[in-house]
């Protein structure tokens, strides 16, 4: 079948005609409901439910979805698929189960979360339970000793760069709205609110921080440490109770760890900004999140298995560690307060600044969040532990 952009009538044809996907959904496929819940910025989602199952169904448009005038290669599809195939084996239970990816269609089909509610929403509706950055902590260790040099032969590595090197369309998003946008005149930048605009301007011309962010272009373009979920916030997570699962790798690409740990921590930062009440468990959540990150990394770095750290004994080899894991702390800081930089005057921003009750007060957490941000790439002294990243924070 040659790619078009499917509806409802259109889905329930090619279902109907698939091996497997009928018998999950059961009935005839005139029993089964089709509603279209698409709510990220690129592709369409549909959830389908038949009388004994439900699907979930995910296709890639030729543009970005919330710009149609932006076009954007199909093949992210395909990144995301190859993505939850990968990392599927090391988190068990953590991520949606893929059943079927439609080369032609660059269509997804995986387990409906029916229960489960976006992270970020569930967090602005105070519906989330809290223990999930633990969890999510868990899950990038998880991944960084399934794909990364220290614990698997380099022929791993290797592979991993030749499927995912080619993901250069979305890439390209996250070096523009990421790495470089928020600090240049750019159209793409939504004009500010007016109380921002001298804010925005000092981004512009702010000679320190470009430095700055001179060197987390580099890490990300060039520190190939592991495969990275490449758009960790928490839109990409749902929750239903305890049980969390992580969505959408479809940014995935080989880079440094302290990616997806900046971007998830970011996240949750941008919430602090937008509901400064919530610190304490947001404080809590961030430590969680590190603790069970590092507590892991740690006992998977401390076994062999990759070509990397192969001659050092078992001293030597916790020096290692904690420098590897210094340089993760380091990358996590810049990239935290690069996502909070860019969700606050970037193109894409988050829907938590909508928690402020007024104008002043989101202005206010606008502010808190740039300069907050803004402190977390520059990094003034060496950061040697976590605490220091909170204390950045005002935590
Ligand atoms: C054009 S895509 C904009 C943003 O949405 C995605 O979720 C990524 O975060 C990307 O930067
Ligand atoms: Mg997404």
């Given at each position: 079948m040659t790619y078009h952009i499917l509806d409802a009538a259109g889905l329930r044809e090619w279902l109907a005609q698939q091996p497997d996907l009928p018998e999950r959904l059961g009935g005839e496929a005139a029993d089964w409901t089709i509603r279209e819940v698409s709510d990220g910025n690129l592709n369409t989602?549909?959830?389908?439910?038949?009388?004994?199952?439900?699907?979930?169904?995910?296709?890639?448009?030729?543009?970005?979805?919330?710009?149609?005038?932006?076009?954007?290669?199909?093949?992210?599809?395909?990144?995301?698929?190859?993505?939850?195939?990968?990392v599927a084996p090391a988190v068990p239970g953590l991520l949606p189960e893929l059943f079927a990816y439609d080369a032609d269609l660059f269509l997804i089909v995986m387990e409906?979360?029916?229960?489960?509610?976006?992270?970020?929403?569930?967090?602005?509706?105070?519906?989330?339970?809290?223990?999930?950055?633990?969890?999510?902590?868990?899950?990038?260790?998880?991944?960084?000793?399934?794909?990364?040099w220290v614990n698997q032969p380099f022929e791993t590595g290797a592979r991993l760069l030749e499927q995912f090197s080619g993901n250069t369309a979305l890439t390209r998003i996250t070096v523009d709205l990421i790495l470089t946008d928020p600090y240049r005149v750019c159209g793409r930048n939504p004009a500010?609110?007016?109380?921002?605009?001298?804010?925005?301007?000092?981004?512009?011309?702010?000679?320190?921080?470009h430095l700055a962010v001179g060197r987390l272009q580099e890490r990300f373009l060039t520190a190939r440490q592991a495969l990275l979920h490449g758009d960790l916030h928490t839109g990409s997570i749902m929750l239903d109770g305890s049980d969390v699962r992580v969505i959408d790798g479809e940014f995935a690409t080989m880079g440094p760890v302290g990616f997806d740990c900046g971007l998830y921590l970011g996240n949750l930062a941008l919430h602090l900004c937008a509901a400064p009440h919530k610190a304490a468990m947001l404080r809590d959540e961030m430590q969680a999140f590190w603790q069970s990150f590092s507590k892991e990394l740690r006992s998977s770095l401390s076994k062999e298995g990759g070509d990397l750290w192969a001659l050092s004994g078992p001293a030597a080899r916790q020096d290692l560690i904690e420098t590897f894991l210094n340089g993760i702390l380091r990358d996590t800081a810049g990239f935290c307060g690069l996502e909070m930089i860019r969700r606050t005057v970037g193109f894409a921003q988050v829907a938590d600044y909508g928690l402020c009750n007024t104008d002043a007060a989101r202005l206010l957490a606008r502010q808190k969040a740039l300069q907050i941000g803004r402190?977390?790439?520059?990094?003034?002294?060496?950061?040697?532990?976590?605490a220091d990243i909170l204390s950045l924070m005002g935590l």
């Open positions: 989602v549909f959830l389908v439910t038949g009388p004994t199952g439900a699907l979930c169904c995910k296709q890639a448009l030729p543009h970005v979805r919330v710009a149609p005038d932006w076009p954007m290669p199909l093949e992210r599809a395909l990144y995301e698929s190859r993505y939850m195939q990968t409906c979360l029916t229960a489960h509610e976006v992270l970020r929403s569930a967090l602005i509706a105070d519906r989330a339970v809290p223990g999930f950055s633990a969890v999510i902590g868990t899950y990038v260790a998880k991944t960084v000793q399934a794909t990364g500010p609110e007016a109380g921002l605009c001298e804010d925005v301007k000092a981004l512009q011309n702010d000679q320190t921080l402190t977390l790439v520059v990094q003034g002294t060496p950061l040697r532990s976590f």
